[in-house]
């Protein structure tokens, strides 16, 4: 099918700027253009334009760019394109309507409830993408042997394609749904999206909704069951709705990219690139796999072009351009590409996440827009604007400007110098109390050292994700070569690969074109997939095979209909296997695993899982049996071209196109330029036979470092720090066995310096932001010169530091040779399912008192020279037995995995710092953790100084500010801050604060610590390294005795959990920042003596002066994720009958506050049910004339018709048949509705196209790690 004889093929990427054209001659020769996507004065559409000038210039006959083109002299056409991306990410999709199962029509607006960062309070999330929504009146239920419902009524049993049974609960009511999809119609709304429960596996009543719209006439109809048969219905939704929305948009363009072409292009073999990486013919081209067309091609291409057979070393693709659940290719977008602004903020270097966009793009681009890293490689010399076409300027016929680059940099260069002369002033005159406040710091910059030091801080931003995610996968990067591709790539690409310890750098010839060659290089895919409820076991291996059989069939026939031979198909079958009783599925081939007698057919998957596993995760759970989630086949039609026209040259030195002088470290050097690849003085560049460039990278001249600041080094000392915080938290997932470390992601890594003053944290869970430090500093204090190389301590008391006692912290000293202490810290905290106490998870809503809550530990030493005390800390945690009512942990084998995983990751803390050292000098690394610190200090000394002339041209009064708060028992919490303007210091006096309580609100000194670094991150509004820095112009009086000081063995879990989040409430209040959120969690669980279950639940966010808090999302000091409603019915013995926002719960205000939620819960078996929540009983406040948000409320319908108020606090015995109805707090509204004339708040529309979206694996894991 690839060979097309005496005809021209071609393949085209047609991106945001530029649309790139691969296309082979009929004589064999390739020839590669380069055109604007967007030129209306010269012609209609880019890739049809392209295609016309290489026909015209190569067959010397006539094609008129006013006519359709003669297809004639065309063989085939590839096409990946940016249409559906750009489409999204501008919200120019087609008008959808969702409809929805009744009692979940806002279950994609609440979607994981997690919000997407943790510290902007205004809580920016992209708008979904439909505009109404129909409830359908139907439900299915999955059937459960252990169901114990009384039955009314006997319900129609179903089969779905999984094998599991199924119970219709509700029959489809098709006249309602006829009367809503007519009343969508009758408002313009010709495209719908259709999500039903459970339809992953039972599908009818999603194809009955189907063909009845389709009769009425809406022209895209997607159905969730087609477009991703998956479990879990939230991911699934989201993949739906993009479908219906995106697919019309794309059907337009292809309606007017044919109409380009004689006969409408019939005849020609048109393929497009899917997400996944694989061609699909041009009709079946959709929207859910069309978001990352345009990049998967670039991985295509690097993927072929560039791994060597012969040296098999793994590749790690590197596209630098300007700026869901569908298979796709993990492709990791960082916020530091070419058009990534440029900041000088509180004496640092900083690049994105903002992005300058193509408009008005880079300074260079002659259009206004501002410093970007493109405009840092120009100032340099390492772009040449000789080398890119006249397309900029308002009229796009002018050459990139070096002069409006350079104006910009002499403007934030002076900036830059006069805080550094400044800072020297200080350092010099200071006193000595505020002697370490601005150390002194290097002379003047010039305007290349400022560009040179942002180009440095983009390359360390650009290899942390990088770092990230082999670590993530168990590679190591030095033993990779780095392949570069897209337009500016070539900048970078020695200084990466430098810093990864990577020895090669491979750009194909094609890497500027590289996605339009990988279009010509890739297969035409079909996948089909299906989800299964299977074990992979000897007893279900023949019905395994018969599913798989029938899969590859359906995959052959239609590649055989779209014209390949036999020998052109090949099928690969892949499994989707976890572990039972676990959430982490690997997708998973038996390629070089073949069959044997205890395997299907397609051949051995559980030796395949069990090494990829191994690979992953650092060991394997032979004791447990494997589950089969899905089934998946992708059939491949071969029709890539083969790589091949060869060039004759040997393996000489290449030949620069030409000389240049570009600024480096030393200053100006004479550089060779190959294409747009700039190679460092100390790489050397080879061509290849192919015409390819190899660069041999060359170590770094690395230059001694002196223990002065220099501003650019400390942002690269920054991500260095976080990067071993990221790195320690990407070992200890992998190493951990329980849900909660592993999945959840639960937990904190974090460095020290020898004080035990926090360096970095990753990731940053807000109720451990700064609590760590408390543990470290009370172990150094109590365990001082004992502590020896090889030592690990274990520890969890609230006294020391401790947040609740589930949070288990493991603390290893970091020793040099020849220094007696320790020289740093690293340490890691994760929270245990179970530790022992009263009710099974350990958090129990009565407890009075800690040894209720579970096992103590105040300084264990869990680790003793290099041996782990196994039997000890065994002994340890079965302690707890000992106390009336009180068992020992539930779950001692995973607690003892998850401690050696907490020692594992805190051993590979210990050596990053230990290679930081070994590059830098102990010196200088230390002086830079200081300077780090310093620097965070002073983001916060800025952000009070303003607050204090803020308030003083409000009130002209005095500048302390005070506050009150009361939890639900009438225990106040009050606040009266100092400002002290001209140090930019503050006194936070909790004096006047509640004793504490009987019960478990009291919260240890060490979470009023955390919410307050919060509340610091979220007012200064930016990001700033979180370490002791921020607390250093913050002196805390807490009163002992208090709810936030109580004594030792007061009980504390719900001062995690619940205090917490009425501290925050008080400090926002005593700075107006924000009306109150929800302020709860509304801690839910349930168990029996075979299941637990444990979730918390969102509520409204308070709204501010700029924003309406966000309904249906958790705030503040939590941020965790909910289950599915597919998973949480799939696992446990409950259905979930409503979830839906509480419509009126939010203040009403000039800006209204955020709306609750109401969540119902019908349970099929007796459990044991906890609500452990507060604010039902006092209302979270509203601000400047805003009203109060709805308080909460905990209801229980018994199965006898009885309703009960259960009150904020309590555990109760649940018969099947019982329903649990949680209606969540609102948030507080801002200002007073009168003021609604003087205009409302802006859309966050705008906000969110300012900032690069990233996405891929690292970017997902951050996210799901901010929301635990």
């Known amino acids: 099918m690839a060979e097309t004889k005496g005809k021209f093929d071609f393949a085209i990427d047609r991106g945001g700027t530029f649309t790139d054209v691969f296309a082979r001659l009929p004589d064999g020769r390739e020839r590669v253009l380069k055109l604007l996507s967007r030129d209306p004065q010269n012609y209609k559409d880019a890739p049809t334009e392209g295609i016309r000038r290489v026909l015209e210039e190569e067959s010397g006959q006539l094609f008129p760019r006013d006519q359709p083109v003669d297809t004639a002299l065309i063989g085939w056409i590839r096409m990946g394109t940016t249409v559906a991306t750009n489409a999204l990410l501008e919200r120019e999709g087609e008008r959808t309507a969702l409809l929805v199962t009744k009692g979940f029509k806002d279950l994609l607006h609440i979607g994981t409830q997690a919000r997407p960062k943790l510290f902007d309070l205004a809580v920016a999330v992209p708008d979904v993408l439909y505009e109404e929504v129909i409830e359908v009146d139907e439900r299915v239920v999955l059937c459960r042997d252990d169901c114990q419902l009384p039955r009314k009524d006997p319900k129609r049993i179903v089969t779905g394609s999984t094998g599991d049974s199924l119970e219709v609960w509700q029959e489809l009511d098709l006249e309602k749904v006829e009367k809503d999809l007519k009343g969508v119609l009758s408002r313009g709304i010709s495209s719908v999206a259709v999500l039903l429960l459970h339809s992953y596996t039972w599908s009818d009543h999603e194809k009955a909704v189907g063909s009845l719209a389709r009769r009425l006439g809406f022209t895209q109809v997607s159905l969730s069951s087609e477009v991703m048969p998956m479990v879990r219905a939230v991911p699934r939704g989201y993949t739906v709705c993009a479908d219906s929305y995106l697919t019309p948009k794309i059907h337009q363009y292809l309606k007017g990219f044919t109409s380009g072409f004689k006969g409408g292009l019939k005849d020609v073999d048109v393929l497009f690139m899917q997400s996944d990486g694989g061609l699909t013919p041009m009709e079946q081209f959709c929207g859910s796999r069309a978001i990352l067309s345009g990049p998967a091609g670039g991985v295509v291409g690097y993927a072929v072009t560039s791994y060597s057979q012969m040296e098999k070393k793994p590749v790690i693709g590197f596209d630098m351009g300007v700026t869901l659940q569908a298979p796709q290719l993990d492709i990791n977008t960082v916020a530091a590409g070419g058009g990534s602004r440029l900041f000088f903020r509180s004496g640092m270097f900083v690049v994105g996440p903002e992005s300058a966009g193509a408009h008005p793009g880079p300074a260079c681009y002659r259009k206004g827009g501002p410093l970007t890293v493109t405009d840092a490689n120009l100032a340099l010399g390492r772009i040449l604007p000789q080398f890119f076409p006249k397309i900029f300027g308002p009229a796009e016929n002018e050459p990139l400007s070096l002069e409006d680059t350079m104006t910009h940099f002499r403007r934030l260069t002076e900036e830059i110098n006069s805080f550094l002369s400044a800072s020297q002033t ?663 003596e075979r299941v637990g279950y444990y979730e918390t639940v969102a509520g409204g966010a308070g709204a501010g002066p700029g924003w309406h808090g966000r309904s249906g999302v958790h705030s503040h000091m939590t941020n965790t994720r909910i289950t599915d409603p597919e998973i949480l019915e799939k696992r446990y013995p409950v259905i979930l009958e409503h979830f839906s926002l509480r419509p009126g719960s939010g203040g009403a205000g000039k800006c209204r506050g955020g709306d609750g939620v109401i969540r119902k819960l019908l349970f099929r078996n007796k459990v044991v049910l906890s609500v452990l929540t507060e604010r039902r009983a006092i209302r979270p406040y509203g601000l400047e004339g805003g009203e109060d948000g709805a308080t909460g409320l905990n209801l229980l319908h018994r199965a006898d018709g009885r309703i009960l108020n259960l009150g904020a606090k309590t555990s109760v015995s649940l018969e099947p048949g019982d329903m649990f109805c949680l209606y969540t707090p609102g948030g507080g509204g801002f200002g007073s509705e009168g003021d609604l004339k003087s205009g409302g708040p802006q859309s966050k529309r705008r906000r969110l196209n300012e900032v690069f979206t990233e996405r891929g694996s690292v970017f997902e894991y951050r996210m799901a790690q901010e929301g635990v």
Not at 636 to 653: A, D, E, L, R, V
Not at 847 to 853: G, R
Not at 881 to 908: E, F, M
Request: one cysteine or more.
């Open 426 to 1088: 200080q350092a010099n005159g200071a006193t000595s109390s505020q002697n370490n406040m601005v150390p002194g710091s290097q002379s003047t910059m010039s305007v290349e050292d400022v560009a040179m030091g942002f180009i440095r801080v983009a390359n360390e931003a650009m290899c942390r994700p990088i770092r990230a995610l082999t670590q993530a996968k168990g590679h190591d990067t030095s033993q990779h070569v780095l392949a570069c591709f897209g337009g500016a790539g070539g900048q970078h690409a020695c200084s990466i690969a430098r810093a990864l310890g990577m020895k090669t750098v491979f750009i194909h010839k094609y890497s500027g074109v590289l996605s339009a060659y990988g279009l010509a290089l890739a297969d035409v895919v079909e996948e089909v997939q299906e989800p299964c409820s299977l074990k992979y076991e000897q007893r279900c291996f023949s019905e395994l095979d018969r599913r798989m059989e029938q899969l590859c069939r359906r995959c052959r026939n239609t590649l055989s209909e779209r014209g390949f031979s036999s020998g052109q198909i090949s099928t690969e079958v892949f499994l989707h296997l976890r572990y039972e009783g676990t959430d982490c599925a690997l997708m998973v081939t038996a390629d070089g695993y073949p069959r044997n007698a205890h395997s299907c057919r397609a051949g051995d998957f559980s030796s395949a899982f069990a090494k990829r596993y191994l690979k992953e995760f650092g060991f394997t759970i032979p004791d447990r049996a494997i589950m089969v989630d899905d089934i998946r086949v992708r059939g491949c039609g071969k029709s890539g071209i083969n790589s091949m026209h060869k060039s004759k040259t040997g393996h000489k030195q290449a030949k620069p196109v030409m000389m240049t002088k570009c600024f480096f470290e030393d200053g100006y050097v004479d550089t060779s330029v190959f294409l747009t690849i700039l190679v460092e003085p100390s790489c050397a560049a080879r061509l290849t036979e192919d015409g390819d460039v190899c660069l041999a990278v060359g170590s770094d001249s690395q230059c001694a470092m002196g223990t002065e600041l220099n501003t650019v080094q400390l942002s690269i000392f920054s991500h260095r720090f976080m990067s071993i915080a990221e790195q320690m938290g990407r070992v200890l997932q992998r190493t951990s066995i329980s849900t909660n470390i592993k999945e959840r992601l639960d937990f904190s890594c974090a460095v020290f310096g020898p004080d035990g003053g926090l360096v970095s944290n990753a990731p940053h869970i807000p109720v451990h932001l700064g609590a760590m430090q408390e543990t470290v500093q009370y172990q150094i204090r109590s365990l001082g010169n004992e502590l020896r190389e090889g030592d690990v301590i274990l520890s969890n008391h609230p006294c020391a530091g401790g947040s609740h006692l589930p949070d288990l912290t493991v603390i290893t000293p970091v020793f040099r040779k020849g220094v007696n202490r320790p020289v740093f810290f690293v340490a890691s905290r994760g929270h245990h399912a179970d530790i022992g106490g009263i009710t099974p998870g350990s958090m129990p809503p009565h407890s009075t008192s800690l040894q209720q809550e579970g096992a103590v530990f105040v300084s264990f030493k869990l680790v003793t020279g290099g041996v782990f005390q196994e039997e000890a800390v065994t002994e340890a945690l079965m302690a707890p037995a000992q106390h009336p009512g009180c068992s020992g942990t539930r779950n001692l084998h995973d607690n003892l995995s998850d401690l050696r995983a907490q020692v594992a990751a805190n051993q590979r803390g210990s050596q990053l710092v230990g290679e930081l050292i070994d590059c830098y000098g102990l010196d200088v690394v230390q002086a830079y953790m200081g300077y780090i610190q310093s620097n965070a200090e002073l983001a916060v000394r800025d952000m009070l100084r303003e607050f204090a002339q803020r308030r003083r041209r409000q009130t002209s009064g005095s500048l302390d500010v005070e506050s009150e708060d009361f939890m639900d028992d009438g225990t106040p919490i009050r606040l009266r801050v100092q400002i002290n303007e001209e140090e930019g210091s503050a006194v936070f006096d909790f004096t006047g604060t509640g004793t504490e309580v009987w019960g478990n609100c009291n919260a240890p000194r060490a979470i009023t610590l955390s919410a307050l670094i919060y509340c610091l991150r979220c007012m200064v509004g930016q990001d700033i390294p979180l370490n002791q820095g921020c607390l250093k112009p913050i002196k805390m009086i807490v009163p002992p005795g208090s709810i936030l000081q109580p004594s030792q063995n007061a009980a504390v879990v719900g001062g995690n959990v619940l205090t917490s989040q009425r501290v925050v409430d008080v400090i926002f209040k005593a700075f107006e920042v924000c009306s109150a959120s929800q302020g709860c969690m509304n801690n839910i669980s349930f168990g029996s």
